[in-house]
């Protein structure tokens, strides 16, 4: 199973860095990957990254962790609600979440909850890992085989494409079109001319300036304007 992309949403820093050193106590295999203080700002950097589960606080200073959470009704990650008020239990899991962890935070029932988590993700790997089906890519003489979930993106190169994974670069003797048709289109995604993306493995998305995304392997690839829209709904979990 790969880690576990984590977000953090508490209005107060001293919280946000008891629940980092808590979950280094257990054996959780977790990336952090951003944390916000207010809802504006939660909702921001929701809307732009990709993650796995999120530790939402009730209350937070201009707004409420459930009405943050409403902002994403088709949302593709797991909520853990870590807050002082308890009445607010019911209306949590209404909305979905997975767990709620009450503050002053104890070890014990925070491992139960990373315990519950764990086995999720195991179930959908395991699930994941029966779906897998590999690919025949062609490749110098012969074809390479690959598990499509490992292409990070494909990038145009005249008559031919480059594979792109996070351990290497593949030259493709077939052009991006022609191994576009062979792929996945609901994983599959057109950025640009030149580029195809694995939207799994969108990391972040860069909307001021020049727009961009920020891909697993750590390369950015620029996005056209046309279809930004488009994105942005795949990242808020629209598409």
């Known amino acids: 199973m790969k880690s576990i992309d984590i977000a953090i949403i508490d209005d107060e820093s001293q919280n946000i860095e008891s629940l ?3 979950l280094k106590l257990f054996n959780f295999d977790f990336k952090l990957i951003g944390t916000a203080v207010t ?3 939660g909702n921001e950097f929701l809307r732009n990254h990709k993650i796995d589960l999120l530790f939402l606080d009730m209350k937070l200073p201009d707004g409420e962790g459930l009405e943050l959470l409403k902002q994403f009704p088709d949302r593709d990650f797991y909520v853990v609600f870590f807050t002082a008020h308890l ?4 209306a949590a899991f209404e909305q979905g979440s997975l767990d709620y962890l009450l503050k002053p935070i104890e070890l014990e029932a925070l491992s139960r909850v990373l315990k519950k988590i764990t086995n999720q993700f195991l ?20 074809f390479l085989f690959l598990d499509p979930s490992e292409i990070v993106y494909l990038q145009a190169y005249g008559e ?6 996070n351990e290497k670069k593949i030259l493709i003797s077939k052009t991006l ?11 599959f995604i057109r950025i ?6 694995n939207k799994e493995n969108i990391r972040f998305f860069k909307q001021k300036g020049k727009i961009a995304v920020e891909m697993s392997n750590g390369d950015v690839l620029e996005v056209s ?9 795949v990242l808020s979990g629209k598409n």
């Open 20 to 22: 980092k050193e808590y």
């Open 39 to 41: 809802f504006k700002e």
């Open 87 to 90: 009445d607010y239990a019911l």
């Open 123 to 142: 179930n959908e790997t395991n699930k994941n890992a029966v779906k897998s089906q590999k690919i025949a890519i062609p490749h110098n003489d012969g």
């Open 160 to 165: 031919y494409c480059y594979l792109i994974t």
């Open 177 to 187: 079109k022609s191994i576009e048709e062979m792929l996945d289109q609901s994983l």
């Open 192 to 197: 640009h001319r030149s580029f195809l993306v």
């Open 225 to 233: 304007r046309r279809n930004k829209a488009m994105i942005e709904n």
